[in-house]
């Protein structure tokens, strides 16, 4: 085994949950790697959620296989370097934070000392709020605990279930902050969240779930690898239409046309230029534009909206 | 092991934080105090020596009744909310996620529970005992048994609360079991005036609900072991009047059925970690 890189923080193949007559998760597959940030992006009723409490032994799969950092999840000591939190994060409301941080360092069975702990209330935001009652805090204060019982066992895999759901914009800025700080230590990250321009920022790969499936997955240069020409043009003729359908996709709105261009083909805009000018066309101006994820990932949601409704 | 010592402690901590031991303290004070009242009061009156122990022998199973009811309310109301309650609101995500065994999360509830429930009824029981020995001089022949018996009383239901927290929602599994604790106790007596008339097919009544559910044949055995022996004689004896009444009981408990208890106790915790185990959180 020597030698052997170190096996995936997180590793799931085919997964399968059903509700009742309701199939919540339909062959899921996909990695984490050490000291990877991974998002976990699609709709309301994905099995976002689902897929990440199979991960963690909190729902039994009905089929399929995962492993945290190596061992099977359906193992508790596969959870030991594992931080979690939950989108429904509640913790004791009559413990105060420093009694919930040492009751997780000790279900953990970590040794973490007391001062290690402060400073993790107070990487939260939570700095001198250590001794208050957890029941007198509004749920943005309760998101940031939630954050800190995640972090302080010293994880090496940490899965963020919506993290920023309760939280002001400076918080979700300090969220950022600590995934960024994560990643930088190399402990790896499954970050869930709607906030798509969270995801873009920190996360070196996506994961797509769409209806249970994985309906994309990849780098975000993968997947944003697309993109787009906006050109306003005047004095189009047929073979201009023609020569333009040729490069991508196009859409018009009056004189300004969008054009899909592959992202590593360097020479397509100039060539594309040329030969307009070649046909008589007058270029007014041309925009590069590239493709937001938000985009792409409505373009991937409409995608698979369309498939099925051709296939029903 | 350090997950069930740790749950364990944190299930005491929340009953004493969330002030149930603060109101059952005063609860039993007041009872306590009562019967300090009750009972100076009986010793004032001119009464033989045997009608003394007769009368304090009952009133003591009276007081340890409403004892044991309180100790089945609170801790089944409590059961429900840390157990069940933990599940329904998301407190039991996080501390699961860890890497700890959901039986031993189970067991730390469960002792937690236990320790706080008996605890309570075995001190608040032994303050009782103590009260009735000094002011009317009535000291039960087997304290200790019957002190141990209603500790084990307030377990059985103890284990029956977990069992229903795992399948059902935190009120419902308080309803049902105090519900059960109940219907168990009034079909004992069902059974024991059945038993007084010579009616095997109503005694039968009080024989099955001991063995579905241990509470009330605990119960029996600890009146059996606070009461005076002679009170049964002066109800007629054990076959005729003193077994149809409620707060006597005619017999001790036999080696057999305190087997069978503790055999019932491990089957419905096995039956609850089994549950909680398969449970999707």
Known sequence: MAGLPPAPAAWCSGLRKRYRR??????????????????????????????????????????????????????????????????????????????????????????????????????????????????????????????????????????????????????????????????????????????????????????????????????????????????????????????????????????????????????????????????????????????????????????????REEQS | MTTVLTVAALTVREATRRRVVLALGVLTVALVGLSVLGFSRLAGESLTSGEARLVASILLNLVMFGFSLVAALGTAFLAGPTLAGETESGTALAMLARPVRRSAFLLGKTLGLVAFGSGFVVLAGLAEVVVVGLTVDYWPPSPVAALVLLGAQTAVLLTLTVLLSTVVSPMASGVVAVGLFCTTWVAGVVGAIGGSLGNEAVERVGSVSRILLPTDGLWRGAMNAFQDPGALTAFGGADEGAGAFPFLSVAPLTPVYLGYTALWVVMVWALAALAYGRKDL
């Open chain 1, 22 to 307: 309701r199939t919540a998760v339909h062959d899921v597959s996909f990695e984490v790697g050490r000291g990877e940030v991974v998002g976990l992006l699609g709709p309301n009723g994905a099995g976002k959620t689902t897929v990440i409490k199979m991960l963690l032994g909190l729902v039994r799969p009905d089929g399929g296989e995962a492993l945290l950092l190596g061992r099977p999840a359906a193992e508790p000591a596969a959870r030991t370097d594992v931080g979690y939190l939950p989108e429904l994060f509640r913790y004791q409301p009559w413990l105060t934070p420093t009694e919930v941080l040492a009751l997780h360092v000790r279900l953990a069975g970590a040794a973490v000392p007391e001062a290690e702990r402060k400073e993790c209330l107070a990487t939260v935001g939570l700095a001198g709020r250590g001794d208050d009652r957890v029941g007198g805090f509004s749920k943005g204060m309760q998101q940031r605990l939630g954050l800190a019982v995640a972090l302080v066992a010293r994880p090496r895999f940490v899965v963020l279930d919506e993290p920023t759901s309760a939280l002001d914009p400076l918080g979700r800025a300090d969220v950022r902050d600590v995934v960024l700080d994560l990643r930088a230590r190399g402990v790896a990250v499954l970050l869930n969240s709607h906030l798509i321009g969270e995801v873009e920022r920190v996360c070196d790969r996506v994961v797509v779930l769409d209806r249970g499936r994985v309906a994309a997955a990849g780098t975000l240069a993968e997947l944003l690898g697309q993109r787009e020409l906006r050109l306003h043009l005047t004095g189009l003729t047929a073979p201009a239409l023609e020569r333009l359908a040729r490069t991508g996709e196009v859409h018009r709105e009056g004189d300004w046309l969008t054009v899909a261009v592959p992202a590593d083909d360097e020479a397509t805009a100039p060539e594309l230029v040329r030969d307009l000018v070649g046909l008589g066309v007058s270029v007014h101006a041309v925009e590069p534009v590239r493709m937001s994820l938000e985009d792409r990932l409505l373009g991937i949601l409409r995608a698979g909206a369309a498939d």
